[in-house]
C-alpha cells in the first residue's frame, strides 16, 4: 500500500476543513457588507455579535492551521518510518509468533525453554487444526531451532507450532516461541507500518533478530 496515499487522504480533511471555512467567511462579509448598507443610520446595529461571529471564526480557523500542522507531522513521522522499514527489505526476522509461513515446503521456528524438561513435544499444525507434524524436541533449557521440512505438493501458507514440555514430575515448562522468514513486502495496516513476513503481517516492534538472507 503506498504510504503517500494513506497521508494524502488525511491532509485533505483538513484542507477541506480550510475550504468549507473560506466559503462561509465569504458568506459571513457578504451578509455583514449587505446588513451595513442597507442599516438604519439612527438605529445602528449591535456590532457584539458581529465581533463575536469574528472571533469564532478566528478561533476555528485556528483549530484547522493546527490540525494541518498535525497532519503534516504526522504524514513526516509515516514516511521516515516507511523509509527505516525498507531496510528490512532482503533480510530473514524472527518475530515473537507461533505462527510461520511455509515457502518452497520449509517453515522455521525457533523455541525456548525455561528449564530443561523430562520430554519435549513439537507439533505443526495447519490453520484448520490439523496435525501435520509431531516430533520430540530439545529438551535443554534455552533457545533451539526448528525446520520444518514439509512433505511434497504442501500448499505455502500459515501454520501454527505447538510445544509441549514437561518436568520429570509432570510440571509444564514455560516456553517462548518465535518463527523465522523472509521480509517480502512492507504494508500499512490501520495507518501502522508493517513488515509481511513470508505472508504473516507484523509491526516492526515485534521483530526480535534480523540477518541477511543466506544466498542459495
Given amino acids: 500500500m503506498d504510504i503517500n496515499a494513506l497521508t494524502s487522504g488525511a491532509a485533505s480533511a483538513a484542507e477541506n476543513s480550510q475550504t468549507k471555512l473560506a466559503e462561509d467567511f465569504d458568506q459571513f462579509l457578504s451578509l455583514l457588507t449587505t446588513q451595513l448598507q442597507f442599516q438604519d443610520p439612527l438605529d445602528p446595529m449591535d456590532s457584539s455579535e458581529f465581533t463575536s461571529q469574528l472571533v469564532s471564526f478566528t478561533q476555528v480557523e485556528q483549530s484547522v492551521a493546527t490540525n494541518k500542522n498535525l497532519e503534516d507531522l504526522i504524514s513526516r513521522v509515516r514516511s521516515s518510518e516507511m523509509s527505516n522499514a525498507v531496510g528490512y527489505l532482503g533480510t530473514e526476522v524472527t518475530i515473537q509468533t507461533d505462527r510461520a509461513g511455509l515457502r518452497d515446503g520449509v517453515a522455521k ?84 507500518i508493517h513488515l509481511s513476513v513470508n505472508g504473516i503481517l507484523t509491526a516492526t516492534s515485534n521483530i526480535q533478530a534480523v540477518k541477511p538472507i543466506d544466498p542459495a
Fill in 109 to 192: 521456528w525457533e523455541y525456548g525453554l525455561s528449564t530443561n524438561s523430562e520430554e519435549t513435544t513439537l507439533t505443526v499444525k495447519d490453520s484448520n487444526g490439523k496435525i501435520l507434524h509431531e516430533i520430540s524436541g530439545s529438551i535443554k533449557a534455552g533457545l533451539s531451532d526448528f525446520v520444518w521440512n514439509a512433505p511434497a505438493n504442501t500448499p505455502d501458507g500459515i501454520y501454527q507450532l505447538i510445544v509441549s514440555a514437561k518436568t520429570a514430575n509432570g510440571s509444564e515448562v514455560q516456553t517462548a516461541i518465535y518463527s523465522k522468514g523472509n521480509v517480502e513486502t512492507i504494508e500499512t495496516l490501520n495507518g501502522e
